[in-house]
């Protein structure tokens, strides 16, 4: 969901407890819930809790322009997108609860705050190369094309007029695929996005000309594959 990708960036970049309870008393609790009984975090969960964190406080560092941080390029947007994959992924993987995993992304955030500092910049630079890394396998971790995002954008724009319910949260689905459409096609993560919109929005007014506005499961399948 979009606003846990906001919750997770928040969590990261403040480095400000949520509640006061520890991570280990928030899982007993979410095992009293009637779901799936929590599992530990894996070395790969925590791998990729630690990006999230000191992505999030590089990208805040950009935002108010302290000096030095723009050497990372801009990834924010990319950034959210990856803390959303990163944070679903792990509740689906652990049955973890929401709160947990913004926990762990604090904790991991204010642990690496001292990277941030000048005399750290050779240990921040490995660990922005080891994270940004990650982001790059998002957009190009397979041999997508820009017209597969761009195919997948339109058809879920489709689906989100008709109120279709066979792909959950089509709204961020749509966002995740109009995204990658647009770093695929224009090899930027930012400044263009009303550009890639237009031309999701045109192609899926392609479609509805065209009458190709049915489409099957197999279709709906892969355009939540490649977008999730």
């Not at 990372?72 to 950034?79: I, Y």
């Not at 899926?204 to 489409?215: I, M, Q, S």
């Amino acid at each position: 969901m979009k606003i846990f990708a906001i919750l997770l960036l928040q969590a990261a970049i403040t480095a400000q407890p949520l509640q006061q309870q520890p991570v280990q008393q928030q899982a007993s609790q979410s095992a009293l819930e009637p779901a799936l009984q929590p599992t530990p975090l894996t070395d790969e969960h925590i791998s990729d809790i630690g990006c999230v964190a000191i992505l999030g406080l590089v990208a805040d560092q950009q935002k108010r322009g302290v000096a030095g941080f723009d050497r990372f390029g801009e990834f924010a947007e990319l950034g959210s997108v990856f803390a959303a994959d990163v944070g679903e992924r792990i509740i689906k993987e652990t049955s973890q609860s929401r709160e947990v995993v913004a926990i762990a992304m604090q904790e991991s955030a204010r642990e690496q705050l001292p990277l941030l500092e000048a005399k750290q910049s050779v240990r921040l630079n490995e660990r922005m190369d080891e994270c940004l890394s990650k982001l790059a396998i998002i957009v190009e971790g397979s041999e997508l094309s820009a017209d597969d995002y761009l195919q997948c954008a339109a058809r879920v724009s489709l689906l989100l007029d008709q109120n279709d319910e066979r792909l959950g949260n089509e709204q961020l689905l749509f966002e995740n695929l109009t995204y990658r459409y647009k770093v695929r096609k224009y090899r930027r993560s930012s400044d263009v996005t009303v550009f890639a919109r237009a031309d999701v929005l045109k192609y899926a007014a392609g479609l509805k000309k065209n009458g190709d506005t049915v489409f099957d499961n197999q279709q709906i399948k892969r355009c939540v594959e490649i977008g999730s």
